[in-house]
């Protein structure tokens, strides 16, 4: 079932909004964060693709709720205010270098490859 699924990929469901252990809101931009491996990349993807599952949406869907203030780009502020309301057990510096290895050298995820990388993901 959804929820066997979400927990595999360490989301804990919950019936009240939990909040990252690390606290997001604190963590600031960082000019460049360190490589992640495949499999950490996987690992965020992979939760990422089964929360979106779990709550019924497609993954251009989960763009659309991700992208905060509408302007078609998943900024870090749009991506941390959006996993803050997720409880996803990974550290926020895991998510972080997640949303910069799909930044590349700009400040924002484009829907294009938030699309490539939960595409394929195991949710």
């Not at 251009?60 to 996803?88: I, K, M, T």
């Not at 270098?97 to 394929?120: P, Q, Y």
């Amino acid at each position: 079932n959804a929820e066997e699924v979400l927990r595999s990929h360490g989301v804990e469901v919950a019936e009240t909004p939990a909040y990252l252990s690390e606290g997001t809101s604190s963590v600031k931009k960082q000019g460049s964060a360190p490589k992640m491996s495949g499999s950490d990349l996987a690992q965020v993807s992979n939760a990422l693709a089964a929360v979106l599952k779990y709550n019924h949406f497609e993954i251009e869907e989960g763009f659309r709720e991700f992208d905060c203030d509408g302007d078609g780009r998943l900024s870090q502020h749009d991506f941390l205010e959006s996993v803050e309301h997720l409880n996803l057990r990974m550290p926020s510096a895991t998510l972080l270098k997640w949303f910069h290895e799909l930044c590349g050298n700009g400040d924002a995820i484009s829907k294009d490859v938030w699309i490539l990388a939960l595409k394929n993901a195991d949710a």
